[in-house]
């Protein structure tokens, strides 16, 4: 495994990590603890050591099941959660986002996660209308004397490259950037990795696989299942599209022999503005995968 330094944290965390939307059961697979625990072992066998979640990957269950997973070793992770949402039943959220909401999401997290401190505590997609208000600043702020947070963080909004945010982080005591990124979403290099590397944050680059078009295994025309993410989120002319350049991409661009998965997390991370990537796992076999990626590095 190779690690990198994580912006202002002084954190040094490993180059892949773990991402875990899909322990909240809108992947069409409810997972089990014994697999779970089984994710996390073989991760740390392959040296990796962040992790990413959120209050709403099913209501605060992702955090509980890496909670009972990690909680005789918490302290080798670095352990990321977001806040500003709430699950209501599958692909529904609401946004409890008042001072006071935070306070409570908070103490579920620390709850759910079995832990009395969360490394990286971040802003999970709030509009720039909601992420400036003083009073939650002043709640992270006090969690933060408190030791309850170590860092604060700011999974910005999926579409775009979110720049106005990013370049008020420092004002906001913000270490870190979460951002989708990957061969077939590069907004982020049209500006927000330049900020990024002038402020000195950390980033982790969300959905590095594009939801999995970019892993190989699926051709134009493919049709996901109705009870999970792409198949209720994505457009069947959009997944087509997206199916399509992934064909030209893994004909042109990917070397003969090498994994498309491995090849499109080592693109995400050969980015100087990158510090993480945080694929989502299915199983221990994909853990070591992914891992495998730094073998790709130039």
């Known amino acids: 495994m190779i690690y990198r330094t994580l912006g202002k ?17 809108e992947w069409g697979i409810d997972f089990r603890q014994k697999t779970v625990d089984s994710i996390f072992r073989t991760a740390k066998e392959c040296g990796i050591n962040l992790i990413d979640t959120a209050e709403c990957y099913g209501d605060h269950l992702s955090e509980s099941l890496i909670g009972t997973a990690i909680a005789e070793d918490r302290d080798d992770w670095f352990l990321a959660t977001k806040f500003g949402h ?25 709850r759910a996660l079995k832990t009395d401190v969360i490394d990286l505590y971040q802003y999970h997609s709030w509009g720039d209308d909601e992420i400036f208000a003083d009073d939650v600043q002043a709640v992270l702020l006090k969690a933060k004397d408190q030791g309850k947070v170590r860092f604060l ?31 077939l979403r590069r907004e982020p290099e049209e500006g927000a990795f330049e900020i990024c590397k002038q402020q000195n944050l950390g980033v982790l680059a969300r959905v590095p696989l594009a939801s999995g078009y970019l892993s190989g295994k699926y ?11 792409r198949g209720k989120w994505h457009e069947d002319e959009q997944r087509d599209l997206w199916l399509a350049e992934v064909a030209v991409i893994q004909k042109e661009e990917v070397p003969d ?8 997390i080592s693109w995400c991370l050969n980015h100087p503005a990158v510090t993480c990537v945080i694929p989502g796992v299915k199983n221990a076999d994909q853990v070591r995968s992914n891992a495998a990626a730094v073998g790709l590095l130039e």
């Open 9 to 25: 944290t002084g954190a040094e965390v490993s180059v892949v990590g773990v991402g875990t939307w899909q322990f909240g059961g």
């Open 86 to 110: 709430h699950f209501n039943g599958n692909f529904e959220r609401s946004e409890p986002r008042s001072a006071v909401d935070v306070v409570k999401q908070l103490e579920d997290s620390l």
């Open 153 to 183: 963080g700011n999974s910005v909004r999926g579409k775009g490259d979110s720049t106005d945010q990013i370049r008020q982080s420092s004002a906001q005591s913000i270490d870190a950037i979460q951002i989708v990124y990957n061969r």
């Open 257 to 264: 022999g090498v994994d498309m998965a491995q090849w499109a």
């Open 219 to 229: 051709e134009p025309g493919h049709k996901f299942a109705g009870n999970e993410m």
